[in-house]
């Protein structure tokens, strides 16, 4: 079984940064793409970043463009997300999820089989 175990989630005030981590364990499991979404209360889960395993290719919903980044360490098979300029609208769960196989558009949840719990990140104006 694969696990996706998130981490750095927090209180922060508009114009803060925070780390997002989310670290991989179980099976052996070949990744070809991880992304992280988003859920608010009352509102549907949303695209926010995915990066390609191994060709590093990355993608923004329109949102965060400029502000997050995705960066992923082989090494400790790790995937961040990087949060700059954090605005009370980035108040969120955040979860991260992983796919296995070859997939062009890497938006879609129902791209991915594998989710982490979630953490919440809580932006304060």
């Known amino acids: 079984q694969v696990q996706l175990v998130e981490s750095g989630g927090g209180l922060v005030q508009a114009g803060g940064s925070l780390r997002l981590s989310c670290a991989t364990s179980?099976?052996?499991?070949?990744?070809?793409?991880m992304g992280w979404f988003r859920q608010a209360p009352g509102k549907r889960r949303e695209f926010v970043a995915a990066?390609?395993?191994?060709?590093?290719?990355?993608y923004y919903a329109d949102s965060v463009k400029g502000r997050f980044t995705i960066s992923r360490d082989n090494a400790k098979n790790t995937v961040y997300l990087q949060m700059n300029s954090l605005r009370p609208e980035d108040t969120a769960v955040y979860y991260c999820?992983?796919?296995?196989?070859?997939?062009?558009?890497?938006?879609?949840?129902?791209?991915?089989?594998?989710w982490g719990q979630g953490t919440q990140v809580t932006v304060s104006s």
């Open positions: 999820a992983a796919r296995g196989a070859y997939l062009a558009d890497l938006r879609a949840e129902v791209a991915y089989g594998y």
């Open positions: 179980g099976r052996t499991f070949t990744r070809y793409a």
């Open positions: 990066i390609r395993w191994t060709a590093g290719s990355t």
